[in-house]
């Protein structure tokens, strides 16, 4: 009975093929060829022009930004989202703040102009590239 009911359920998802309307843990919300890294820095973007910058913090990944991001790309808005360096897609060994903010000093040369940086507690204490769109302070969620 177990293994009919099992034979029954598993034909019934494969007729169903249900597909999230968005971009569920473990999935990427940008098609591979968003990927355009800037030296060994994994980066994605969304959209040409002036860009909103998302860097997330220690111990997480572009990912964290999911929410936000994909309100931004719904709305035709630019987005760049990075990894930073040992974190995420990165294949960098060495990570700390210096490693950080010389990857996001990168980013933003390569990516100007960028129109804001959102940035997590953490990373928010890097120190601010000089692409930032105005002085101050990076803002931090």
Do not use: Y
């Amino acid at each position: 009975m177990t293994d009919e009911i099992e034979r029954a359920a598993q034909d019934l998802l494969a007729e169903i093929a249900l597909t999230p309307p968005n971009a569920a843990p473990g999935q990427n919300m940008l098609s591979p060829s968003a990927r355009r890294d800037v030296g060994a820095t994994p980066l994605w973007r969304a959209h040409d022009g002036p860009a909103t910058l998302f860097v997330h913090g220690w111990n997480d990944t572009r990912r964290i930004w999911r929410q936000f991001a994909q309100d931004f790309i719904a709305n035709s808005r630019p987005v760049l989202l990075m990894d930073l360096p040992a974190h995420g897609a990165s294949k960098a060994s060495a990570f700390g703040r210096d490693e950080a903010g010389r990857s996001l000093r990168e980013v933003c040369e390569a990516e100007a102009p960028i129109d804001a940086i959102i940035a997590h507690r953490s990373a928010a204490s890097l120190p601010r590239p000089r692409c930032s769109p105005v002085p101050g302070p990076i803002t931090s969620s």
